[in-house]
């Protein structure tokens, strides 16, 4: 099975920017990239954040730019998102009876289990007891299947104390879950706009930068983040019961390209591609 992970698209209305930066084109190029080079994966998960201010005018710009993506999608509420708006533009989002946008499918032998992690109002993110109760039945249901997760924030302290701050700050809920569970193979996030690997109680992790703008790696005290213009990026994650590999593609990189052949002539062996 073949994923695409796309995250913090942090959409404004048409026409806008975001530290400088047009967020619907960077989303656009990503779009492109991924037709092109993976037009055969059998899902797309946005992990959150897709508008940066919940406008409506943003989720329906998203669902216009999706519409060129020839792969089944799922998105993901992030802490900057609305949810009755994302919905109100997505109506294909599930959502739990009391309103958590909390859902999984079963496909090609492993079960994909969607959380929502967000605290309405702050950015700091929430697992509460109902829907860690849900996620519980979830795990359970799943008897042998293999589970993959995906949420927004992280669960976990990363070492970057301007983003820890922003994490789940009571991740126990979720914890105990997990860990009364043997069939969790990896837990995906975004929120941090960083590429990260790690691995918590035993369980891979990973997080990958947004396509608008990215987290400068700063392990220092302090209230504000730096925001940097870096290559924007998705994940190709290859999944089987047994093995999960993750890539991070920074699709926006521009930097010199090589032919390297080391079977030709000296000379030859090193030919530039742009």
Same mark, same amino acid.
Not at 236 to 249: D, L, Q, R
């Given at each position: 099975? %073949?994923? =695409?992970?796309?995250?913090?698209?942090?959409? &404004? *209305?048409?026409?806008?920017?975001?530290?400088?930066?047009?967020?619907? #084109?960077?989303?656009?190029?990503? !779009? !492109?990239?991924?037709?092109?080079?993976?037009?055969?994966?059998?899902?797309? &998960?946005? $992990?959150?954040?897709?508008?940066?201010?919940?406008?409506? +005018?943003?989720?329906?710009?998203?669902?216009? =730019?999706?519409? +060129?993506?020839?792969?089944?999608?799922?998105?993901?509420?992030?802490?900057?998102?609305?949810?009755?708006?994302?919905?109100?533009? $997505?109506? #294909?989002? #599930?959502?739990?009876?009391?309103?958590?946008?909390? $859902?999984?499918?079963?496909?090609?032998?492993?079960?994909?289990?969607?959380?929502?992690? !967000?605290?309405?109002?702050?950015?700091?993110?929430?697992?509460?007891?109902?829907?860690?109760?849900?996620?519980?039945?979830?795990?359970?249901?799943?008897?042998?299947?293999?589970?993959?997760?995906?949420?927004?924030?992280?669960?976990?302290?990363?070492?970057?104390?301007?983003l820890d701050a922003y994490r789940i700050l009571d991740p %126990?809920?979720? @914890?105990?879950?997990?860990?009364?569970?043997?069939?969790?193979?990896?837990?995906?996030?975004?929120?941090?706009?960083?590429?990260?690997?790690?691995s918590w109680h035993g369980i891979p992790l990973s997080a990958? %930068?947004?396509?608008?703008?990215?987290?400068?790696?700063?392990?220092? @005290?302090?209230?504000?983040?730096?925001?940097?213009?870096?290559?924007? $990026?998705?994940? &190709?994650?290859?999944?089987?019961? @047994?093995?999960? &590999?993750?890539?991070?593609?920074?699709f926006a990189d521009d930097s010199r390209r090589f032919l390297? +052949? *080391?079977?030709?002539? #000296?000379?030859?062996?090193? %030919?530039?591609?742009?």
């Amino acid at each position: 099975m %073949k994923i =695409i992970q796309i995250t913090d698209t942090h959409l &404004v *209305p048409n026409g806008g920017t975001l530290f400088e930066s047009d967020p619907a #084109e960077r989303l656009r190029a990503a !779009v !492109v990239d991924v037709t092109a080079r993976h037009g055969d994966a059998d899902l797309c &998960v946005l $992990s959150g954040d897709l508008a940066h201010n919940g406008d409506p +005018d943003a989720y329906t710009l998203l669902a216009e =730019i999706l519409q +060129d993506l020839p792969v089944p999608r799922q998105l993901i509420v992030g802490n900057h998102d609305d949810r009755a708006r994302l919905r109100d533009a $997505s109506p #294909e989002i #599930e959502a739990m009876p009391d309103g958590f946008l909390q $859902s999984y499918r079963d496909q090609d032998g492993m079960r994909l289990v969607f959380l929502d992690t !967000v605290d309405p109002g702050v950015h700091t993110g929430a697992f509460c007891a109902a829907r860690a109760a849900w996620l519980d039945q979830v795990l359970t249901d799943a008897g042998d299947l293999p589970v993959l997760i995906f949420m927004h924030h992280a669960p976990i302290r990363i070492g970057m104390p301007r983003l820890d701050a922003y994490r789940i700050l009571d991740p %126990k809920p979720l @914890e105990t879950v997990l860990t009364a569970h043997s069939n969790v193979r990896h837990i995906f996030f975004g929120h941090v706009h960083r590429p990260l690997a790690g691995s918590w109680h035993g369980i891979p992790l990973s997080a990958l %930068k947004g396509t608008n703008h990215q987290t400068g790696l700063d392990f220092s @005290e302090g209230d504000a983040n730096t925001v940097t213009l870096e290559p924007a $990026s998705y994940a &190709v994650v290859f999944a089987e019961p @047994e093995t999960i &590999v993750v890539h991070f593609n920074d699709f926006a990189d521009d930097s010199r390209r090589f032919l390297y +052949d *080391p079977h030709a002539p #000296e000379t030859e062996q090193i %030919k530039p591609l742009n």
